[in-house]
């Protein structure tokens, strides 16, 4: 399976519920790279890296979070780097 990146931009109640500690975990349990950051708007950026099926996955998996909400999720896809491990920045 062919390996890509995405930029994601979620948007709704997803500062201040564990989304980026929930969105590390779940990424390093499935295998993706790369990183989440909130936004001084309210939303939370992701660069994730991986296959489409295990993005996918993570995505179904941060929606069913406990606290998580999310609203929408804009997706720009990027060119694929060199990279190990996932992190909170």
Do not use: C
């Amino acid at each position: 399976m062919e390996k890509i990146r995405k930029y994601l931009t979620f948007t709704g109640r997803v500062q201040g519920v564990g989304f980026r500690y929930t969105a590390e975990y779940l990424a390093q349990s499935i295998g993706l790279t790369g990183w989440v950051r909130n936004e001084w708007d309210g939303s939370v950026a992701m660069e994730v890296q991986g296959t489409e099926e295990q993005i996918d996955l993570l995505i179904k998996k941060l929606r069913s979070g406990r606290f998580i909400r999310i609203d929408h999720v804009a997706e720009l896809e990027l060119p694929v780097k060199i990279e190990t491990g996932f992190h909170v920045r």
